[in-house]
């Protein structure tokens, strides 16, 4: 079994930046993906990325400002996210599978989640 922890979230300015972090209690050679869920909205795919980190995809609304990158040695995946906008506002969730590329954006082929960590963004 796995289980994730996410750290990093909290307040910040609209234009600014975060860094989430994501922690597997055991070693893992699965998919490691985030996504984000807003009060009232269905949960959103942000980023994802392969082992051992060749391929990554991102939701068409966050290309270009969030970037996710993986550090295999310490079990972590990260969401470094830039130019940050009210919309971003949400509770972020880190999830893992052993999970096809082509199902990489889908909740349901992942099988572990981290509790969230919510992230606000102030305009």
């Known amino acids: 079994q796995v289980q994730l922890v996410e750290s990093g979230g909290g307040l910040v300015q609209a234009g600014g930046s975060l860094r989430l972090s994501c922690a597997a209690s055991?070693?893992?050679?699965?998919?490691m993906g985030w996504f984000r869920q807003a009060p009232g909205k269905a949960r959103e795919f942000v980023a994802a990325?392969?082992?051992?980190?060749?391929?990554?995809s991102y939701g068409n609304s966050v290309k270009d400002r969030f970037l996710i990158s993986r550090d295999n040695a310490k079990n972590t995946v990260y969401l470094q996210m830039n130019s940050l906008k009210a919309e971003d506002t949400a509770v972020y969730y880190c999830?893992?599978?052993?999970?096809?590329?082509?199902?990489?954006?889908?909740?349901?082929?992942?099988?572990?989640w981290g509790q969230g960590t919510q992230v606000t963004v102030d305009s």
């Open positions: 990325i392969t082992w051992p980190g060749g391929s990554t």
């Open positions: 999830a893992s599978g052993n999970t096809p590329y082509y199902h990489i954006a889908t909740p349901s082929a992942y099988s572990y």
């Open positions: 055991v070693r893992t050679s699965y998919t």
